[in-house]
């Protein structure tokens, strides 16, 4: 299987699933967040970040653009794209590191960089889902169907 989707009764949830994802990344992931505005990205991307060893304060990146982060020998990259108009501004920010073997990539907005962006592993899709929230997560290469493989689903 490709996908699977969770149901995430509240923040709590959604931080679980972040946590519990960074528990099975191997040595690099490129991961696209789509979902409306407060669907549960930001939350997630935290929580994910945090678990994989992220020490200092996971800072939202909607004004940045992009927060960097060293995890061990490797670096980490969050990037919130909601602000771009057209994929070529992203050009002026140096994304070469991007793909660096062994980043971690999550990316809010990615329709918005489109074909200026690494390739893409997992695709997690948040939606409003009554008073909670839901999320689909689809496998997009190898190392995404692994991953999902590991989380049992």
């Given at each position: 299987m490709n996908a699977v989707e969770w149901s995430l009764a509240d923040e709590d949830a959604t931080m679980a699933l972040g946590r519990r994802l960074a528990q099975v990344v191997?040595?690099?992931?490129?991961?696209?967040?789509?979902?409306?505005?407060?669907?549960?990205k930001t939350t997630f991307a935290r929580a994910f970040l945090r678990a994989m060893g992220v020490g200092e304060r996971v800072k939202s990146p909607t004004y940045s653009l992009v927060e960097g982060y060293e995890i061990?020998?490797?670096?980490?990259?969050?990037?919130?794209?909601?602000?771009?108009?057209?994929?070529?501004?992203?050009?002026?920010?140096g994304l070469d590191s991007l793909a660096e073997p062994g980043a971690i990539v999550l990316v809010e907005w990615p329709e918005r960089g489109a074909g200026a962006l690494p390739p893409v592993d997992l695709e997690l899709s948040f939606?409003?889902?009554?008073?909670?929230?839901?999320?689909?997560?689809?496998?997009?290469?190898a190392t995404g169907l692994r991953i999902l493989q590991s989380l049992g689903a």
């Open positions: 191997p040595d690099g992931l490129v991961a696209y967040l789509h979902g409306d505005l407060g669907a549960g061990g020998d490797r670096r980490a990259f969050h990037l919130d794209l909601y602000r771009i108009a057209d994929p070529g501004e992203l050009e002026w920010l939606r409003h889902e009554g008073p909670g929230r839901a999320v689909r997560i689809e496998a997009r290469s």
